[in-house]
């Protein structure tokens, strides 16, 4: 898929309201990021999931599609790549909970602010341990996964990652150790992205500020919130 092919909706205000897929005719609600990272010889991996744009005020389900995917081997190739795709990713999402992990996120950053480019922001995924365990993300992510690709209920089509298809026949049926999961980069950030925004659903926004909790580089100082930029031009259709 031509990534490029994919453009940013604003609103009146500036604040980004939705993306618009020009090569399959698709409209996004959102654009969430999943990043597994390289370890111990093991590729990183980084795969883009959109949930399609529906009618907020009934309640059909939401669908989500498989974007893009890309392996790497080295961190700053994986992060360089999530930098160039931020004007299409809402939300990146990952686990930083490990100095393997979250030193080489503070290096880039600070590579970034010297060269005045982006730096990038990773959430820590939801669900996991005060270690960095994310064995109860990948349980709910697993069985989340079953129930929404059964035949007549299908809401996520993943025809766009095919690596990301070739490595979920690999995860068996039933409970699954976490470290099968990490062995395969592809489903560990498939489950970080589509873990969290199962976790996390869009929903109309609320006309009140609404104060986000982020994760962001433990050796930057961290904003205490970030508001929430709201938009309200899809109850215009």
């Known amino acids: 898929m031509d990534i490029t092919k994919i453009k940013a909706r604003f609103d009146g205000m500036g604040a980004r309201s939705g993306y618009t897929d020009l090569e399959n005719g698709r409209d996004y609600l959102r654009i969430c990021g999943g990043v597994a990272w390289p ?3 093991r590729p990183g991996f980084v795969v883009l999931i959109g949930e399609a744009f529906r009618d907020l005020r009934y309640h059909d389900p939401p669908v989500f599609y498989g974007i893009a995917e890309s392996r790497y081997r080295i961190d700053e190739d994986m992060l360089s790549k999530c930098v160039e795709l931020a004007s299409i990713v809402d939300t990146w999402y990952s686990n930083t909970t490990r100095q393997a992990q979250y030193i080489p996120l503070h290096q880039f950053n600070q590579r970034q602010v010297e060269k005045n480019l982006r730096r990038i922001q990773l959430i820590n995924v939801p669900m996991l341990s005060e270690d960095g365990d994310a064995a109860q993300l990948f349980s709910y992510a697993d069985s989340e996964l079953d129930k929404r690709t059964l035949g007549g209920r299908k809401t996520i089509f993943l025809a766009g990652c095919p690596q990301v298809q ?10 699954t150790r976490p470290e099968l999961i990490l062995g395969l980069p592809e489903v560990t950030a498939l489950y970080y992205a589509l873990g969290a925004m199962f976790c996390f659903p869009f929903t109309i926004p609320s006309r009140e500020p609404t104060v986000l909790q982020t994760d962001y ?12 930029k709201i938009d309200y031009s899809y109850l215009e259709d």
């Open 166 to 175: 070739a490595a979920l026949q690999k995860v068996p049926e039933g409970p």
């Open 39 to 41: 370890f111990n010889g």
């Open 217 to 228: 580089d433990i050796f930057q100082e961290r904003p205490a919130h970030n508001a929430l």
